[in-house]
Structures are given as C-alpha cells and as structure tokens.
C-alpha cells in the first residue's frame, strides 16, 4: 500500500466531522455530575443524626497525651517509556518535623515488559519499609507514620512477589530482575516488614482511603456514594474518634497465603510472622478539628489503649498546623519531594539521549530511544 499525504483541510474535514462533541458531551455531563453530588449532601445532610444515633456506641472523646516528635516515610516511582527501553526510578524519603532525614532511590534502564507499573509499586512498598525500618532501629522514641495503607501494601508486595516467583521458576530468570534480586532478599533477611508491622511507634495513615465496611453495615443505602471515612466525617464532632476495629477483617484472608516462593530462604516463617502482624493492626477514624475532616490511621494494638492512643492523636493534630494542607506536614513534605522523581527521571533520558547521539548514528539513536508513542503537539518543536 502507498501512503496518501494528509490533506491541507484537515482540521476543517475533522470540525465537521465533529471535533467538539467530546468536549461538549464532557460539558453536558457537568449537570448530572451535580445532581449526583446533591442528591448524596442531601443524604448526609437529611441522615446525620440518625447515622450518629446508629454509630453512637463506638464514638468516644479523643484522649489527650504528649506530642511526640514526628517522621514521616513516603515514596514514589516513575518510568519514561522509549521504544527500545525504559528508565525507570523508584524513591523514598523520610522527613521528620521538617528536615529530610533520610533517602534511598534506584534508577534503572528496563526493557520494555508487562506489568512494569505493578511491579515497581511492589518495589517502591519494599523500599519505603526498609527505610522506615532503618528509621526505626536508628531512634528510640518519637512516632512514625508510612503514607499509605497497611493494607495496600501487602496487595502491592504481594502482586510483586507472585511475579517474582512465576520469572525464577526455572533457572534462568530475566537479567531485569537482577539488580532487585538484593533488594528483595534482603528485605525478607532483615525482616524489615515485621519490625515496623510490630513496633509500638508505626502507624499507617492512608489519604486515599476506600474502604466501605461500616457504611455498608450502617448506611447500606449510601454504598457505591461514599466511603468509610465520608461517614465518620460527617458523623463525628471535632475531637471524636471511633473505637478501633481489626484491619483485616474476619472474611478477608490473607494474601500472603495464595502461593509458595522458594527463591526467598525461610519465607514460609516470614510469612506466619508477617500475617500475625496484620491480625494485630487496628483501624480508628479520627476527626481533629472543625474545618478537616475525619482520617483513617491504622496501628498496632499495642497503641490502641487510651494512653499510647493519646499521645498518637495529639502528635496527629499537632502536624496539621498548616491550613490547606490535609495531613501532617512531614507526610506532605515527603511526598513533594518523591514527586520531584518524575522531572529528573525525564532529564536522566534526555541527557542519555543527548550523548549517545555524537556516538551512534542519530536515526538508530532516535530508534532506539525515541517515544513509544506519538508526542503531544506541544512537545513536538523540542525533540
């Protein structure tokens, strides 16, 4: 087949062909979206009092207790996709009050392979819990907080294991796996994951929370319109908590069990130690102030009595001393800097791309490092 150039009137011809009805169609659905809005605030607003009569037996005060110096552990990753290979990054960083204390990053040249998303959530997991490991064993005091969710995390070291284990059935793995193969080994080795899962200064606090549990128990006719957390913020009064409840609840396994791996020495007894510790962890929600809403903090059970807990919520509302910041300023200064990863993992491939092409021929250069896709418009004058 001979290639027909595009013609001149293109943009007419596709105009015409209805170009704006997406984002008319986008536009339209504004109004819907609205409804959807209003008819669940009309429901909150209409329900609160009898969600609270409901929920009543497990809100009580929040105790009250020292404010605790405070660190912050949270990660990031990214990748930029080339048609013959992609740079991939992964970073974690610990922030206590407000000083970046502690680091780790991998970047890697990857080949193109499936899964590559999950796999690196599994990796970055991995290392944002040896770093607050390192945290945890370099300090006496003071309380941690991981972004994110216990929970999450075994589903992403999960998914990353069971991978890991379907590429080393045999004896000759992908070469991508081996520089995570010391990683991986040494995570389990150090059992970085049960010392933070049983040490008494950890907790998790997930700002991206889904969990529905208690409004499908207690307002089933919410469910599918909000989460748990939507509920106890709209049930409890500043400074209220609910009681806790277990993380992994009584019909939900856990997801270590679902396979074997032999490429890990000893990681059936990892596992039991691992799965005690989650049996352990606990869920509160917590509402500190009257312009925030409610947050979901996962914990140990040893910090669920009234004492420990007291001083966990205090150190919790005393970080959230910036207006419009929504969580503990060392989690959000944490996060701004992981997010940085993308920017420099960008210039990383550029500058390779740069060099390589006084080495090689520029079209085999462009070939092998050019995008997989078609840029966007506005990036094409500066390739």
């Known amino acids: ?185 040494g995570f389990f080795a150090d059992e970085d994951w049960q010392l933070v899962l049983r040490c008494r200064r950890v907790i998790a606090h997930s700002k991206l929370a889904t969990a529905d549990h208690d409004v499908a128990t207690s307002a089933p006719h919410l469910r599918g319109s909000i989460t748990d957390r939507m509920l106890w913020s709209t049930v409890l009064l500043p400074g209220e908590y609910a009681l806790p409840t277990p993380l992994i609840r009584e019909n939900r396994p856990h997801l270590l069990t679902g396979y074997r791996n032999s490429t890990i020495p000893n990681f059936a007894q990892h596992r039991l130690e691992i799965e005690h510790g989650y049996g352990q962890l606990y869920v509160i929600y917590y509402r500190p102030n009257l312009a925030g809403p409610s947050y979901r903090l996962e914990m140990p059970a040893s910090l669920i009595a009234r004492e420990p807990l007291g001083a966990v919520l205090a150190t ?37 791309r740069t060099t390589l092409q006084h080495e090689f021929d520029l079209a085999l250069v462009q070939r092998y490092l050019g995008p997989y896709r078609t840029p966007h418009s506005d990036t094409l004058g500066r390739r």
């Open 1 to 185: 087949m001979s290639s027909q150039p595009l013609p001149d009137d293109l943009p007419t011809q596709l105009n015409r062909l209805g170009t704006a009805a997406l984002p008319a169609a986008v536009l339209d659905a504004i109004a819907s979206c609205t409804d959807s809005c209003r008819t669940t605030l009309q429901r909150l607003e209409d329900n609160r009092e009898r969600l609270r009569a409901v929920l009543d037996r497990r809100i009580r005060p929040a105790p009250d207790g020292p404010v605790r110096r405070l660190c912050a552990v949270d990660g990031s990753h990214a990748a930029v996709t080339t048609m013959g290979a992609t740079f991939a990054a992964i970073a974690a960083t610990a922030v206590e009050e407000a000083s970046l204390t502690d680091q780790d990053v991998i970047v890697r040249l990857m080949p193109p392979i499936e899964e590559l998303e999950s796999i690196m959530s599994g990796l970055r997991c991995l290392i944002e819990l040896r770093l607050l490991a390192r945290r945890v064993r370099a300090t006496t005091s003071g309380l941690f907080i991981l972004d994110g969710s216990f929970y999450s995390v075994l589903l992403e070291i999960n998914r990353l294991l069971v991978r890991y284990t379907q590429d080393h059935r045999n004896d000759d793995p992908p070469a991508w796996w081996q520089p995570f193969h010391d990683l991986i080994q």
């Open 316 to 352: 919790f509302r005393s970080a959230l001393h910036i207006q419009g910041i929504q969580e503990p300023l060392p989690q959000f200064l944490a996060d701004v800097i992981c997010r940085q990863l993308g920017h420099a993992l960008a210039a990383t491939a550029e500058g390779a």
